[in-house]
């Protein structure tokens, strides 16, 4: 600074790609050290003020007792260590921050720095954020220097680490240079120059798996704070105070409107819900739909204050009509739903599930002709739940057809897949190979077979990539919604635990179709179809016998028992059977027989004997035992 050409001032800084809050010393002539003109705001409050404005943020009540009853804490231990007494162990300032994105971690992050450095814990008080870009290195030895560069950067802070899971992706992935950072963090916490507050933040599920990959970690966090969701009176609060610091103002109409549309997101989150930020986000795109509307007028300029700042319900209702998708002008083939219906009123048994789709149907049909809103009132995502050979995948096959025949699938094509299709072997691949999958099946179908190893951890080191396959599905699902619908199989059993393994899972999917075992009269007619598809006809004894064996099975059967599949092992044995005849014959002997009949010689071979059931591969297959009946 420079007055009268007279020096009155210098304040050296450098430019560098980061930078740290703070004010500079200032040089001033004559003197060798650099000199603070001005206090810091901050360094005029007083510990209570500090709290004062914490207890001032909207919600997070047991966040602040616990922070609170923290603070407390450790001036109790300073008052022992000014009364003489020692302690074995130093204060402990480091901590987990668990819950979902826009909770409120990196305002509370702030707020604790402030608060140690007013109880003499920490000399500047301020929090440095980073996450995995920021301290792991794409080559060796890049790491180390990004890590300590960071470290020194919050010295007299907080080193607030977001997504901190991401630096320990896998227990046995030893070649991931997040291993490094987390090595020179513990080291760091241990026995580091000190003067630093290490805060960890992330979902509950992934941050118990990063404090579980170096047994270090979890010795050197001993404060555990979890952020829960903010409920919808609290995020309806954060707008009135979003309102003030973007000088907007709400009608009543608006405001009615943008708390349906937070109930509504609240209602459909998952742990990707932004809280807090989707507020900010949902109060950003209403300004700017102001905005929009007062540029349009014949003269903007001549709008008064108030027309600048009001949001009218027509600009909160624009944000809504932003966030669904219209319904493709297709219109519904009627001939080709019809050919789709009748392939599915033909599969033999399952009447709930006919009755469920035919249901279905009906509905659609109904929003279609009334132009309501079909993909915003349904998601028409489905989850096919039954024992094996049941007809999920042939009934998933139709149901697709019958998409397409009403005009809310494209294309209507169907691609089949499994854990196998979309998890990859290394970190990073899963997320492109299921976005690979869900493009193959836009404009149609995404059918998932046994989704439910998705959600199994495999106990290698590449257990968890189903989760993030999982994430990208919801993601992708919510963002593309209408686009393509996902169909997911499996057994009862697994697929309950399957959609509780992620909260979003159950709310997307809102369709559900149980496949009951087949009935043994819907064994024979399976069986009788399938010898019909061979060209054969089966004698009045032999259809006797297959009944009697059909019954049999289905009377023993176990959860491995596989319905028309079981059938279909059947019939090829005795086709087997049926040609080893035939082919015993002389030809002369089969020109005087008819050679598409199906004889009880044919299916001799089904024995009424469990040990010799032809679908018995696995010695560890069980079978129900009749009372007061020994098993074989």
């Not at 099975?553 to 049926?578: L, M, P, W």
């Amino acid at each position: 600074m420079v007055f009268l050409d007279r020096l009155i001032a210098v304040i050296p800084f450098s430019v560098e790609e980061e930078f740290e809050e703070g004010i500079a010393g200032v040089l001033l002539p004559g003197k060798q050290m650099p000199v603070i003109l001005a206090p810091e705001e901050d360094a005029r409050q007083t510990f209570e003020e500090v709290m004062e404005r914490l207890d001032a943020l909207i919600g997070l009540n047991d966040i602040k007792t616990q922070v609170r009853n923290h603070a407390k804490y450790i001036q109790f231990l300073q008052l022992r260590k000014e009364k003489g007494f020692e302690e074995k162990e130093g204060i402990n300032v480091h901590s987990v921050f668990i819950g979902n994105p826009g909770t409120g971690k990196t305002t509370v992050a702030g707020m604790m720095g402030k608060l140690y450095k007013k109880m003499g814990l920490l000399t500047k008080g301020h929090v440095y954020e980073v996450d995995r870009v920021d301290l792991v290195g794409e080559y060796i030895g890049q790491t180390a220097p990004k890590v300590k560069d960071a470290i020194e950067k919050a010295r007299g802070g907080v080193l607030f680490i977001d997504e901190a899971y991401a630096l320990a992706r896998s227990n046995d992935d030893t070649k991931d240079f997040g291993r490094e950072v987390i090595e020179i963090l513990v080291k760091e916490m241990s026995n580091g120059a000190g003067d630093l507050a290490v805060i960890v933040a992330g979902y509950p599920k992934e941050m118990r798996h990063f404090l579980d990959s170096n047994p270090g970690l979890k010795s050197r966090f001993k404060l555990y704070f979890e952020f829960t969701d903010y409920l919808p009176q609290e995020l309806s609060q954060i707008a009135e105070y979003v309102c003030r610091e973007k000088g907007v103002v709400l009608t009543e109409a608006a405001r009615a409107k943008i708390d349906d549309i937070i109930v509504e997101a609240y209602r459909r989150r998952d742990r990707t819900f932004g809280n807090a930020r989707f507020v900010y986000d949902l109060l950003e795109k209403a300004k700017i739909n102001l905005g929009l509307r007062a540029m349009s007028s014949e003269n903007p300029k001549m709008l008064e204050r108030e027309q600048l700042s009001v949001v009218e319900l027509e600009d909160v209702y624009r944000i809504d009509i932003k966030m669904r998708r219209e319904l493709p002008e297709i219109p519904v083939d009627e001939e080709f739903l019809r050919q789709s219906l009748d392939e599915l009123n033909r599969l033999i048994g399952m009447d709930k599930v006919k009755a469920q789709i035919n249901e279905l149907v009906r509905l659609v049909r109904f929003y279609r002709e009334t132009r309501k809103d079909v993909l915003n009132s349904f998601y028409l995502h489905t989850v096919f739940v039954g024992n094996p050979g049941t007809g999920k995948t042939t009934v998933a096959r139709i149901l697709t057809k019958i998409y397409k025949a009403l005009g809310v699938l494209e294309r209507g094509h169907m691609v089949e897949t499994d854990r196998q299709g979309l998890v990859a072997g290394y970190v990073g691949q899963t997320a492109i190979k299921t976005a690979e999958k869900i493009e193959e099946a836009m404009g149609g179908v995404l059918f998932i077979d046994e989704a439910y190893a998705l959600s199994q951890h495999t106990g290698g080191p590449h257990g968890d990539f189903g989760n993030e396959t999982i994430q990208t599905l919801l993601k992708r699902m919510e963002d593309n919604r209408g686009n393509f619908f996902v169909f997911v199989a499996g057994y009862p059993d697994n697929m309950e635990a399957f959609l509780k393994a992620n909260p979003g899972l159950s709310s997307r999917f809102d369709k559900v179709l149980r496949f009951d075992d087949y009935i043994p009269e819907e064994l024979l007619q399976i069986s009788l179809q399938m010898l019909s598809e061979e060209g054969l006809v089966s004698t009045p004894d032999a259809e006797v016998h297959l009944r009697n064996y059909l019954d049999y099975i289905h009377e023993y059967r176990d959860k491995y028992f596989g319905n028309a599949r079981t059938v279909r092992s059947v019939i090829q044995e005795v086709v087997k059977e049926h040609n080893l005849r035939l082919a015993s014959l002389s030809s002369e002997e089969r020109n005087h027989i008819p050679l598409n009949v199906l004889t009880i010689e044919d299916v001799s071979c089904l024995k009424l004997d469990k040990s010799a059931f032809l679908f018995n591969k696995k010695s560890a297959i069980g079978f129900k035992r009749q009372t007061g009946e020994a098993g074989n």
